[in-house]
């Protein structure tokens, strides 16, 4: 069987949505988008400069439009940002509209991930990130778990490893077949 629900993968920034995003994409034959791409596109603006020039609430706007916009078609891997879960429209579309789901990772191991902050504007400005890793998950783990199908440890993975237990997972809850 396939299925034709998108795939949202949710989770902090560092919890490799792109790169698994990209990885599964190509297992499962989909084509990938990327949430912050496709609200960059359509704000002409990079994200930080969004954040800079309007606001945080601006930026969730974009986002929640550019969200609905996306699951509006099917069959694609999508690679949230890692606030996303904050909006209840956004959750209620990761729950109804597609299979979500959840990369969870330690913030220790997050900030170990993380190479570049200039993309993200809530660590800019931060001289600790794996503090402030830790504060924003604090804010917001429960809204991930609650917004999840599935809830994957990536932790101990690399990121092949979470695209296959990925495609595992989808085989053995919903019989599907890629090909």
Avoid at 133 to 139: A, G, S
């Amino acid at each position: 069987m396939t299925i034709d629900k998108n795939i949202f993968l949710i989770g902090m920034m560092g919890s490799w949505k792109t790169t698994v995003g990209r990885l599964l994409a190509k297992k499962l034959k989909r084509k990938f988008v990327d949430l912050d791409d496709q609200i960059e596109k359509a704000a002409g603006l990079i994200i930080a400069h969004i954040f800079e020039i309007f606001s945080e609430d601006e930026f969730r706007s974009l986002e929640a439009k550019q969200l609905k916009k996306i699951a509006q078609n099917e069959n694609q891997v999508v690679g949230t940002g890692g606030g996303a879960v904050l909006q209840e429209k956004n959750r209620q579309i990761f729950l109804e509209q597609g299979i979500t789901i959840f990369l969870r990772a330690e913030p220790a191991v997050l900030a170990s991930r993380i190479r570049n902050k200039s993309k993200r504007p809530l660590l800019m400005k931060s001289d600790d990130i794996e503090a402030t890793l830790r504060e924003i998950w604090q804010k917001r783990q429960a809204l991930y778990e609650a917004s999840a199908h599935y809830i994957l440890d990536t932790d101990e993975l690399k990121p092949e490893e979470v695209a296959e237990k990925i495609v595992a997972y989808l085989q053995e809850q919903y019989e599907y077949n890629p090909g």
